[in-house]
């Protein structure tokens, strides 16, 4: 079992055992809550907390990945652009997927990876950008924003909020009371069932932060190129309805792969998951495994995240490979996502200066 399997396993399974080994982890957790509550309150006093060079807001969670930060931030970027502003989305750069899907999402759109956040943002200012959003960044509080969205998934909610390590939890839920709005993602059946007691648990751990809910939607199909480069992966749609019926091998190295099973499976498809750790670099190798694994009329459907690793590496004479494209719908607080927009906007060096093209 890898690392991240044995992580999962831990933190996700509700056997008897697991529960042991969290019981196990729980000095360390009580520690790391202890390094987290410390570090926390020098920021709280401005201690280390550094000016940038533009505006940012900030695209978070609390646990480790799996909340949809990536499609989120994105979407982030696209409404501040459609706002007349010049947005750069500022992100660490961990693997080499999620800047590829930013700049798919987001032609022209300056995207710039770098694990200083502050030098990120100076750099998207020399590049001509007005505004920056951060992705992955709430517990990044060295460099100053004017907002947070801080998102809680309501797919992988149990109720249980253990830090790390017994837990995938960076920060228990009280420290929502720092963030301007909290955004509860929904991706599936699941996350629909789960998102009343989501929201009466945002409610007693911060009371005064307004709340939107975000639903991650599956649009549909579209086929990888074999060999393709990013800017290749933005071909035709084929309607998620095609895949009623068939055996679909779903393909993922995900923070939370279920929800995108349960999106898969309540098409009508008889689902077949292979499933990789987060961020998996895939290899020739592990598509030779999946090719023998299956038959020749199955379907192979991956995230958009996959299939930008995916694409240089798929065989021409394989069966299609698929990635399915998301759409983001506001459910509940749309007012609450306008505001924290339009606190950008205000801050900008220049809110009233004519738009240039996006750098990048």
Not at 124 to 144: E, K, P, Y
Not at 171 to 195: D, F
Request: charged share 20%; hydrophobic share 50%.
């Amino acid at each position: 079992m890898t690392l991240a399997g044995a992580a999962d396993w831990v933190w996700h399974d509700r056997g008897a055992t697991a529960a042991i080994a969290r019981a196990a982890l729980s000095p360390l957790s009580s520690l790391f809550g202890v390094v987290v509550a410390s570090r926390n309150r020098g920021f709280d006093r401005g201690d280390d907390v550094l000016p940038v060079a533009l505006p940012a807001l900030s695209v978070g969670n609390l646990t480790v990945g799996g909340t949809g930060k990536t499609p989120v931030a994105a979407w982030c970027v696209a409404q501040l652009r459609e706002r007349g502003a010049r947005p750069a989305l500022v992100m660490r750069g961990y693997g080499d997927d999620e800047w590829r899907v930013h700049g798919l999402l987001n032609p022209g759109a300056n995207v710039i990876a770098d694990v200083d956040r502050v030098r990120g943002i100076a750099t998207a200012a020399s590049d001509g950008a007005d505004c920056a959003v951060l992705d992955d960044a709430f517990q990044h509080r060295r460099a100053s924003r004017v907002a947070d969205l801080v998102l809680l998934s309501a797919d992988a909610w149990s109720g249980a909020v253990h830090v790390l390590p017994s837990g995938p939890w960076r920060e228990p839920m009280t420290s929502l009371r720092r963030a301007t709005a909290a955004v509860i993602t929904i991706k599936g059946a699941r996350g629909e069932s789960q998102l009343s007691a989501v929201r009466q648990a945002v409610a007693a751990a911060a009371p005064d932060v307004p709340v939107a809910v975000v639903a991650i939607v599956a649009a549909g199909l579209r086929e990888v190129a074999s060999g393709a480069a990013v800017e290749g992966l933005g071909g035709p749609e084929q309607p998620l309805a095609s895949l009623d019926g068939q055996a679909v091998t779903l393909v993922s190295a995900i923070a939370a792969p279920a929800a995108f099973e349960d999106m898969i499976a309540a098409q009508g498809a008889y689902v077949v998951a292979r499933r990789y750790p987060d961020h998996h670099t895939f290899t020739r190798r592990d598509i030779e495994d999946m090719l023998r694994a299956v038959k020749p009329s199955e379907r192979f459907v991956c995230t958009l995240k996959d299939a930008v690793k995916l694409a240089p590496v798929w065989p021409r004479a394989a069966p299609p490979l698929w990635y399915v494209s998301q759409t983001i719908e506001v459910r509940v607080g749309l007012d609450v996502l306008h505001n924290a927009f339009e606190r950008v906007l205000a801050a900008r060096p220049h809110p009233n200066a004519p738009s240039r093209p996006n750098a990048g």
